[in-house]
């Protein structure tokens, strides 16, 4: 068995001052490097870097023992750029596209896991090489700039006698989501409908990504039909529990967003008896019943979510929502006020922080009034 290593790979904006403090754009977290191919590593890195530097941007390389616990760098990184300490590492293939959740939160910004096998033989890959340029780009919302990269990773394959199918797959996948968030839906539908063209029935590669992608555009061009009969499929490729799940509480989402509620729930029930124990699952499946306004119901499988876990942070600020928008003639506001101070407690920093602060000192605001 050979060695493994690992690397961050920070990409920075061209241009700066030696000796001035520069903001990294992202750090990106190279795994599972094989010994074996670690010459080619250099080659792969100076490859990534060139393409790069024509776009504006550079590498610092970065060895991945000097990363801490937390996920964060301990030490100035390379000093002579006077990187600041503490920063962030993120892992290539994972980062978060603001601009997609913003479109819809059902959509999947990123696919999987970043195909990392950077040789073919005694042969670095030139597609893997601009694909992973391609990829960089996206992920700090360049698609001005990935696409390119990302198109000619996909002419690179189809160039070949057998075609890299997972390397064409990404690069069709983020293709898809650069068209889908420029608005071009029919370009964006093209790409999908691809990726899922290009894999072999027997391949081993996760199809969720862009089948669920694909399926909300056809929902958005009033194909319903064709989405959900794709997420069916989906459902039945499925071969253990938890993809199973994951699948299901995205075709959940699919139904909700189509107004198809009792499918949406019943999704959702289906996903809790295969995996009873997450508390997740409960709250998610209190926010599809509260599309049918049924106040008790979705407050059982609050209280349910913290009776598994009574730290979950996201069940005590979406129960803190339910409490403070009782039926009439409930006055749930102390409860409220309540659940929005516990979640802040455990998710001061967290995706919802703010909405509950808010909430919290208008509740506050109101019970203060009320005692006078």
Not at 239 to 254: E, N, T
Request: proline share 3%; hydrophobic share 40%; net charge negative.
């Amino acid at each position: 068995m050979s060695l493994q290593l690992a690397f961050v790979v920070i990409l920075l904006c061209a241009g700066g001052v030696r000796g001035q403090e520069l903001t990294p754009i992202y750090a990106y977290y190279l795994i599972d490097i094989d010994i074996q191919y670690f010459d080619y590593y250099g080659e792969f890195y100076s490859r990534v870097n060139e393409l790069l530097n024509k776009d504006g941007y550079r590498l610092v390389e970065v060895p991945a023992h000097e990363i801490n616990e937390n996920a964060t760098l301990d030490i100035h990184v390379i000093s002579e750029y006077g990187i600041a300490d503490g920063l962030e590492v993120g892992v290539l293939g994972f980062s978060m596209n603001e601009t997609m959740r913003e479109i819809s939160e059902v959509l999947y910004p990123t696919y999987g896991y970043f195909y990392s096998r950077y040789t073919d033989g005694d042969q670095l890959r030139d597609e893997d090489v601009v694909l992973t340029v391609g990829l960089m780009l996206y992920s700090i919302d360049h698609c001005d700039l990935a696409e390119h990269h990302l198109l000619r990773a996909r002419d690179i394959s189809r160039s070949q006698a057998t075609i890299p199918v997972r390397v064409f797959s990404q690069a069709s996948f983020y293709l898809g989501n650069c068209e889908l968030m420029a608005g071009h839906y029919q370009e964006a539908q093209s790409y999908f409908e691809d990726n899922l063209q290009i894999v072999p029935p027997d391949y081993n590669i996760d199809l969720v990504e862009p089948t669920t992608n694909l399926a909300w555009l056809y929902i958005r061009n009033q194909n319903q039909e064709t989405a959900f009969q794709l997420m069916q499929d989906l459902v039945a490729a499925q071969d253990d529990k938890y993809s199973l799940v994951r699948v299901l509480r995205k075709r959940s989402q699919l139904y909700a967003l189509a107004f198809r509620f009792e499918e949406a729930i019943t999704d959702m029930d289906a996903a809790i008896e295969l995996d009873p124990d997450n508390p997740a699952l409960y709250v998610e499946r209190g926010q599809r019943i509260l599309l049918l306004y049924e106040w008790d119901r979705v407050l059982a499988d609050y209280n349910r979510a913290l009776e598994l876990n009574p730290n979950y942070a996201d069940a005590y600020y979406y129960r803190g929502v339910l409490y403070a928008s009782a039926p009439e003639g409930v006055d749930a506001r102390a409860e409220a006020a309540a659940d929005f101070r516990r979640y802040l407690e455990l998710a001061p920093f967290g995706t919802h922080a703010e909405d509950a602060a808010r909430y919290l000192e208008q509740i506050e605001a109101q019970l203060e009034a009320i005692d006078r």
